[in-house]
């Protein structure tokens, strides 16, 4: 199968900044990715270039096998991070206009308006103004707004930022409707826990590089688990026997959980038997290491200040769920 | 093209169909409308309708009786009737036919009806041995209503006959209530200036007839002698053409360029144009604004032009106007908004919000009131080297040229038409920088920009 994006040593810079450095990326068609990386990564500058509106300062760009998206902006449908609507506007005007913008010809345009519509749950709200509705209703009229064409290539960058669970939820459906329909989806966002619950396959980007292009599975299977969920059976024992034990680093609690750091070298398996003798347990589990886990492990081999940054990226997590 | 179109016929629709900009549009047509028939009748010059009392102190004993006979209703209701006359003879016949019909037809009231509208004042002689302090008590006492005395006049004793060695006549007093009707008080002036006057051409055994027969030399209209033949002159046209034709320029601009300006900050502060770039390029984006706003432009200019045309053709006076005039007008009107809106688009384009528009504006706003200022001077001497030199320096050539073709004397067309090419080359110039801006413009947050960073990012792209 054709690739949808190739990109070859992508560079651009602001200034003295350097936001995207000698990227390299292949997504095949029919693919849903993830672009991962905490904000300030280079997220947005790699998919304003892939759509144009930015222009590399070096290396070379295909977008669905031309030179430029420019020449392919009816088949792609983009949700850019900065995102907005006509205020004055109607919802419906609004959503036409745009599909006539992506090339589509006016016919029972009316009509895949109002089944959109229908689709997002907005359809009492078609006649209104833009303005009038929240800030999540604008946010579900933007992505009709990207799909209405039913594109090739569907780019959305940070498409959760701002809903609540249920549209949530339901805005993930859609994603996924729109991966079945065998659209290509490049999709952004720095909550690494939505990457890991829709995407085949995760780029992750830091400090304008790649650090990571695999499927979630390879990527779980590389980097092997080393925390254990412990909680014990009397909730008043001390964990001192645990503590104790050669093959552990350390015990955190984390939200009435204890979690238990596998030390280097020492077998998890062995671990968990060890533990169980030392402390008759409630619950005890391998924990699989989430796309944060991965994340952190990947950026800990350069920087000392890992807490923090992890610290950030729950911390946005929590105001993306809470939201 | 398609795409240029659609945001092209967007931006018009939601421009024009607003309550705003209909309210706006044809509220400035309605207020003339209105003012045209209400002024005159607030400002009517005719004294009101009141009763009173006129005392004269008047030792020469020559003015109570003129005085008398020029306040008296029949000689103020003939008076008003000759003005009127004057009046509907000046008056072109349309309009003649358009105010009869509107049922302004109040003029053609007969003598005797306007005769029950005039103020009925009545002169006394101040007893002789009263003095002009108890004549005057009666003004303090009571209202103008109550139909007492409205005012005293005391005629100086050489009003009428100077002594030997006196080089000037004598005048009189006039004393008036509280709160009297300005135009009461003119009449009685007019009518003691009359009445003194008369006194004194008798009183020097002369005919007032012959007197005002030889000094009377009437203003006469004068009458244009130019290569194509002989018209007569309008003075007050011949000024106020080219200002209407500039103004409606300047009007029909400047409003397409206002709101180019604030969709485009509304597009971009309220973050929709990364939305609009990935289905357009900022060229068509930009090229299809600017589009969607000359049709607004052109939207007020159709209509206003339209209605100076109808309001032309209702008076006849259609001649005045050269039709080629409202070809150029089309030509000029294209050509300096591309001008402005290209600066606007830009502008609009760099900054985050109105506010910040505001300081890159004023030059522009400047530039703009020149044509103004030159008004005068242009259409007093259209061909003199000042006229020709500013109708060659973009951005204000649009304007002057179509300032010199309203005049009386016409630009050569070889000077018109150097203007336009000249104006076609600045338009292409601005469009292009204008496009680079816009482009980087667009998506460029934070600080706002300075003439200097744009240039700067001219250059960049």
Known sequence: ?323 | MNKTLHVALREFLATVATKGFLIGMLAPPLMIGLMSVLMPRLLKNDAPKIEGEVAVADPTGAIVGRLEAYLSPAAIAGRREATRKRVEAQTPEALRAVAERAGVAQANQALDAILGDVPLLRVVPVPAGESLDAAKDALRQGEVADGGRLAVVAVHADAIARGEDARAFGSYDLFVRAKLDDRIEDEIQDGMREAIVDARVEAQGLDREQIESLTRVPRVRSTTVTAGGEKQTNQLLNLLLPAAFMGLLLISVMTGGQYLLTTTIEEKSSRIVEVLLSAVSPMQLMTGKILGQMAVGFLILALYAGMGVAALVSFAMLGVLDLSLLFYLGLFYVLAYFLIASFMAAVGAAVNEMREAQTLMTPAMIVIMIPWLLWMPITRDPNGTFAVACSFIPPINTFVMMLRLTTTTPPPLWQVWLSIAISVVSVYVALRVAAKIFRIGLLMFGKAPNFATMLRWVRMA
């Open chain 1, 1 to 323: 199968m054709a690739d949808a994006i190739v990109l070859e040593k992508v560079t651009r810079s602001f200034g003295e900044f350097v936001a995207v450095r000698d990227l390299d990326l292949v997504i095949p068609q029919g693919k849903l990715y993830g672009f991962i990386g905490p904000n300030g990564a280079g997220k947005t500058t790699t998919i304003r270039m892939i759509m144009s509106i930015l222009f590399p300062d070096r290396g070379r760009i295909e977008v669905l096998g031309h030179a430029s998206a420019l020449e392919a902006k009816d088949r792609i449908g983009y949700l850019p991070e900065e995102r907005g609507v006509y205020k004055k506007m109607r919802v419906n005007a609004f959503l036409s206009y745009i599909a006539r913008l992506k090339g589509h010809d006016g016919a029972n345009l009316g009509r895949r308006v109002s089944a959109w519509l229908g689709k997002v749950g907005l359809a009492d709200v078609a006649g209104k103004r833009c303005e009038e509705l929240s800030k999540g209703m604008q946010q579900k009229v933007q992505f009709v707004a990207a799909v209405i064409h039913e594109p090739e290539l569907l780019i959305l960058d940070e498409p959760f930022s701002g809903l609540d669970p249920v549209n949530m939820r339901l805005l993930r459906e859609l994603i996924l409707e729109q991966h079945r329909r065998s659209a290509t989806i490049i999709f952004s966002t720095h909550v690494m826990s939505q990457a890991e619950q829709i995407c085949d396959h995760v780029v992750m980007i830091h400090k304008g590089s790649k650090r990571l292009d695999d499927t979630v599975r390879d990527i779980r299977a590389r980097f092997d688990p080393r925390t254990i969920l412990f909680e014990p059976l009397d909730p008043g024992a001390s964990l001192a026997p645990i503590e104790a034990l050669p093959a552990v680093r350390a015990v955190a609690q984390v939200a009435g959980v204890s979690e238990i750091s596998v030390r280097e070298g020492a077998d998890p398996a062995q671990a968990l038997q060890a533990i169980a003798a030392a402390v008759p347990p409630a619950r005890l589990e391998l924990r699989r290491p989430t796309l944060e886990d991965v994340f952190v492990q990947i950026v800990e081999g350069e920087e000392g200040a890992t807490t923090s940054l992890r610290a950030a990226l729950r911390a946005d997590a929590v105001v993306e769920a809470g939201a």
